[in-house]
């Protein structure tokens, strides 16, 4: 893996732990880190890349194992990172 940014301080919210693996939290975090956007449109992944150039807020969209999708989202200042499902949002 080639880490692109830090994570800060990782915190997960509890609807993301119920619904997913430790697994599935562990490689989400590994493709976002790496600049793997996951599940996003094209213009939403540059526009991650121009946030990660920038120094703005990122956004990955990921599915589970069980097939629920999940995002992971790292603050501006790369201070934290929130594993979160969408209704959490």
Partial sequence: MNPKFPLGHIVATPNALECLTPEDIQCGMQ????????????????????????????????RAANGKPFWIITEWDRSSTTVLMPEDY
Avoid: I
């Fill in 31 to 62: 493709r976002h880190q790496s600049g793997n956007w996951g599940e996003m449109c094209d213009s939403d992944r540059q526009e991650n890349d121009l946030s990660l150039e920038k120094g703005f807020r990122l956004l990955s969209v990921y």
